[in-house]
């Protein structure tokens, strides 16, 4: 049976899926098929996707001690079942899809919905101080995490070359975030006028009203502030900047993979399932 999971991962090199997929796709398949000892694809019936969508919740982790797998890596797992039994329907390896008649569990998401172009600009205007734009660069412009921003040193700026780098992302990875002219000289006025104002001898590149390295609740605050003069009334958090980011580069035209590129996502399906793009969208890629 595992020469067909070879096969399935050339399909998917061949369809342009980006690396990390052809190896995660192809090993969830394997693991399906592992665990039904099937001797042909032909015997798949659709109860036993069903047993095995149920194993899945309760499988331990193989990695580390106790746990199980988290919603979205077992959506995963649906996800490469439906790939894979839809390139066999295609292919003639089966006459039905036993995946197509079966419905499967959303995984559970906190429902955060991204900020529209005008709440963006209203934020935009409502920023007063140079940090007030700062901090909107660094999460909407650049789309930084928050433990990022923390980290975020003054050396990690370069006005003139337009360029911000994240020494430390999500799994350590690091990325280089392009930035426009006007977030350059924006970031540049902070520096200039607001933060060279304080006696800090650290590195940080952001600092709060004592003078001190900026911390995640600080920025929170300053968002909540910056949300109060604007008028915006949503519950909106820092995140909620990056998720729009996200959003607004791919439903300009912008491609998948420079948009997992700009985040520091380590796979394409975390793109996909954090800027929810339309359909469309994804049928364009």
């Not at 003078?211 to 995640?216: I, K, L, N, Q, T």
């Not at 820092?238 to 035209?253: E, F, N, V």
Request: glycine letters at 8%.
């Amino acid at each position: 049976m595992y020469p067909i999971v070879d096969s399935f991962k050339s399909y998917l090199s061949v369809l342009g899926y980006s690396s990390t997929t052809q190896s995660m796709l192809p090993a969830c398949i394997r693991d399906f098929l592992e665990y039904g000892q099937y001797s042909s694809i032909q015997q798949i019936q659709p109860v036993d996707i069903s047993v095995f969508y149920e194993w899945l919740h309760e499988r331990p982790l193989k990695r580390g001690e106790g746990g199980a797998l988290s919603e979205m890596m077992i959506s995963h797992y649906v996800y490469a079942l439906k790939v894979f039994f839809s390139w066999q329907l295609e292919t003639g390896g089966i006459t039905s899809n036993p995946v197509s008649v079966l419905k499967f569990k959303s995984p559970g998401r906190d429902h955060r919905e991204p900020l529209t172009v005008g709440e963006i600009e209203t934020l935009f205007a409502a920023a007063v101080t140079c940090r007030e734009h700062a901090m909107l660069h660094l999460f909407y412009s650049c789309g930084l995490r928050r433990s990022e921003a923390v980290r975020l040193g003054l050396s990690d700026v370069h006005f003139r070359q337009r360029l911000l780098y994240v020494r430390s992302g999500k799994g350590d990875r690091r990325r280089v975030v392009p930035l426009t002219e006007r977030v350059a000289d924006s970031l540049e006025q902070y520096v200039l006028q607001e933060r060279g104002r304080a006696r800090y001898t650290g590195t940080a590149f952001m600092l709060n009203n004592i003078g001190r390295a900026m911390r995640g609740d600080s920025y929170a605050t300053l968002l909540k502030s910056l949300l109060r003069k604007a008028g915006l009334r949503k519950c909106i958090s820092l995140h909620h900047l990056r998720h729009s980011i996200a959003t607004h580069l791919l439903q300009s035209g912008m491609s998948m993979e420079y948009v997992r590129d700009f985040l520091g996502h380590k796979c394409l399906e975390s793109t996909q399932i954090y800027a929810r793009p339309g359909s469309h969208q994804l049928q364009a890629l």
